[in-house]
């Protein structure tokens, strides 16, 4: 096999002069357009048919075909419904076979982007956790992927999301990565004993995403990596609902933070996003962060708010004891929560160009059937049933909000947004919209809720937003009767019909994208037919999965 460091000097060369027995020679083709030309195939199955075509392909598309490996576990058998027949058979499974080939064959060195994930299936785990074992086959899972990563030079992003945790070993193959930039670490939701890791830092690691972490299922301690890590810039933690939902102070602040207070270090977090925290606030006198450098942050179901339980507002409120320094270079805010010491914040806060104001979640069965237990009614202290949905009171402030976060985040930061995203609960007036379109002109992606009875409360915001590439009109979620209009308009195919005649009059206008409703009322606006003035514009229904990349779609999800 190729070494990859010599794949530099072929793309200086050329494929020599084929000559036909008549005298005629085909041109010879540089190896550096073959190589552009393999680059834009995307789908692994056709590099890998182009690297088995010749030895020329071949080496040439090896090094693209490896550098993203995603290997998925299942703990089932899989059929293929093609003919039926079992995945691996013959051999093993595709998630093994894969994993034998980075470790026995000469390619994990092409490697750059190397994902574990799914479902790894442990037999006897309850025998082997009384007598303190890990079951083998995760031991040698864990030492293979060991292996594997001690062979990829240029491994720059790792990402393990099984569900079985990580063991010591593979935390010291990445430690030994200089290479490795980004690591995606999912920690166990099982309560099964495990052996605990005090991290090692990595010199070069500048992004790091933590999933479920629970105290109770013997996560690892990262707080030496935190503190050792001096080029980490972006930090994402998720803690699991369970602790807020059963208000368990099972955690507290300085295990995770703890190293970097003692030693008085303020992280120079760029992003910082957080999920599901649910601690005392027991660290004071020093910055966790360092505000100079905080540029994006968000936060979900982690600081109190209306519609929250009052069971969890003493250790929300001790967040609030230790206000600390503003960060001084904000850009982005993200929080599904809204409360006056936030709209006071925001009155403070100066620069920011993208805010979102995350709305409730449009569905609540999994939370009901996540804490329904086998009798079938819903535990007395469960979300489910004590605040799936905030009450009239709750409402009532939420409602009483309005006026003054548009008035605050317009009057403070209007000139520098650029992302704007409200609660669909707020039904915008004239007079909102005006205000918004007269302070913020520079917007580019914008999310509101207002009732939309004809075109007028559009003519009064897109022609005027010059720079507005994607506008959503969200519905309320608590009355579904414009939602259902518009699916009825829609079902009779009027709203291409009116977009189209509508939008040809904003001859300025850059808008691209447009929601009304709902996400299965998406419309993309495009150039004018023929490119005539007089033309009008083609609009066309785009699914949701098509524009899921745009922030402002991107953003209104309850995921960090």
Not at 16 to 43: D, F, T
Request: charged letters at 25%; a positive charge; glycine letters at 6%.
């Amino acid at each position: 096999m190729s070494d990859p460091g010599n794949m530099s000097r072929m793309f200086v060369s050329s494929i020599g002069a084929n000559k036909h027995e008549n005298g005629a020679s085909v041109l010879p083709l540089p190896l550096n357009l073959i190589a552009l030309i393999i680059s834009y195939l995307e789908r692994p199955a056709d590099l890998a048919r182009t690297c088995r075509t010749c030895r020329v392909f071949h080496y040439i598309g090896l090094p693209q075909l490896y550098s993203d490996v995603s290997l998925r576990s299942y703990d089932y058998i899989r059929y293929s419904r093609r003919d039926g027949r079992p995945d691996g058979c013959g051999m093993a499974s595709p998630f093994s076979m894969g994993l034998n080939g980075l470790v026995s064959r000469n390619v994990a060195g092409y490697v750059k982007n190397l994902e574990v994930c799914g479902e790894w299936k442990e037999h006897t785990l309850a025998e082997h956790a009384k007598v303190g074992r890990v079951p083998d086959e995760t031991m040698m899972l864990n030492s293979l992927v060991r292996v594997a990563v001690e062979k990829m030079a240029v491994l720059d992003s790792f990402s393990w999301a099984l569900n079985t945790k990580m063991l010591p070993c593979i935390w010291q193959g990445l430690a030994q990565r200089n290479s490795l930039t980004k690591l995606t670490v999912r920690f166990p939701s099982s309560r099964h004993p495990r052996p605990l890791t005090l991290v090692p830092p990595m010199s070069n690691l500048q992004l790091l995403k933590i999933t479920d972490i629970d105290p109770l299922c013997y996560p690892d301690d990262i707080s030496l990596l935190l503190l050792g890590s001096k080029n980490l810039r972006h930090l994402k933690l998720h803690w699991s609902p369970r602790m807020r939902d059963a208000r368990e102070l099972s955690t507290h602040e300085s295990a995770y933070f703890g190293r970097c207070a003692a030693a008085g270090y303020s992280i120079p977090l760029r992003t910082v996003a957080v999920q599901n925290l649910y601690t005392y606030h027991d660290i004071s006198g020093c910055n966790l962060f360092d505000h100079t450098a905080m540029e994006e942050v968000t936060f979900l179901n982690s600081t109190n708010g209306f519609g929250d339980d009052p069971s969890t507002v003493f250790v929300d409120f001790s967040w609030r004891k230790s206000e600390g320094d503003l960060p001084t270079n904000l850009k982005m805010l993200r929080v599904d929560k809204v409360s006056h010491q936030q709209c006071s914040f925001l009155g403070q806060v100066k620069g920011l160009e993208k805010l979102y104001l995350i709305g409730p979640k449009h569905s609540q069965e999994r939370i009901v059937k996540d804490t329904t237990p086998s009798g079938g009614t819903p535990l007395p202290n469960s979300p489910a049933s004590s605040h799936s949905s905030p009450n009239s009171t709750d409402n009532s402030n939420i409602m009483a909000l309005k006026d003054d976060y548009i008035d605050t985040i317009t009057k403070n930061n209007g000139r520098t947004l650029k992302h704007l995203l409200l609660l669909p609960q707020w039904r915008l007036t004239d007079d909102d919209l005006a205000l918004i379109v007269r302070r913020c002109p520079n917007l580019e992606q914008l999310g509101i809720g207002a009732e939309l009875p004809n075109f007028r409360y559009l003519r009064l915001l897109v022609p005027f937003l010059k720079n507005l590439t994607a506008i959503r009109i969200l519905s309320n979620p608590d009355d579904t009767s414009f939602v259902n209009k518009m699916r009825e308009l829609d079902e009779s195919g009027l709203h291409e019909k009116k977009l189209s005649e509508e939008t040809v009059k904003w001859n300025s206008s850059k808008l691209q994208y447009m929601e009304v409703g709902g996400k299965d009322l998406i419309f993309a606006i495009d150039r004018r037919e023929g490119g005539k003035a007089g033309g009008k514009k083609i609009v066309t229904k785009k699914a949701w999965e098509e524009v899921r990349d745009i922030d402002i779609w991107a953003m209104d999800c309850h995921e960090i």
